[in-house]
């Protein structure tokens, strides 16, 4: 595994991490809150383990048009205010669109 495989998995780690601890107080909207945390958190883990086998396309290596991103931010930023968790979602998306 190469060190770029491994910093994103890191990332993933720190946003899964993000997301258990996201404060889930939403009043009437809280079940849906707490939907869309546990949806995020299993496509963490899908990202995390597709990276882990090789199989999650590399811009760097010509996989996928440059730009391309993992849509973290804009699916994150349409359901939740937690700014942790948005920034946390930043952090992985502009490490894969620049850097993996």
């Given at each position: 595994m190469d060190?770029?495989?491994?910093?994103?998995i890191s990332?993933?780690?720190?946003?899964?991490?993000?997301v258990q601890?996201?404060?889930l107080?939403?009043g009437?909207?809280e079940?849906?809150?707490a939907?869309n945390?546990?949806r995020?958190?299993?496509n963490?883990?899908?990202?995390?383990?597709a990276?882990a086998e090789?199989?999650?396309?590399?811009q760097?290596?010509g996989?996928?048009d440059?730009?391309?991103?993992?849509?973290l931010t804009r699916?994150?930023?349409?359901?939740?205010?937690?700014?942790?968790?948005?920034?946390?979602m930043?952090?992985i998306?502009?490490?894969?669109r620049h850097?993996?």
């Amino acid at each position: 595994m190469d060190e770029k495989t491994r910093e994103l998995i890191s990332l993933l780690d720190a946003g899964l991490a993000v997301v258990q601890h996201a404060n889930l107080s939403g009043g009437s909207g809280e079940s849906v809150l707490a939907e869309n945390l546990s949806r995020l958190s299993y496509n963490l883990e899908a990202l995390k383990d597709a990276a882990a086998e090789s199989k999650l396309p590399r811009q760097s290596r010509g996989h996928v048009d440059p730009g391309t991103g993992l849509a973290l931010t804009r699916t994150v930023g349409e359901w939740s205010s937690d700014q942790a968790l948005y920034d946390a979602m930043f952090r992985i998306e502009q490490f894969y669109r620049h850097e993996f």
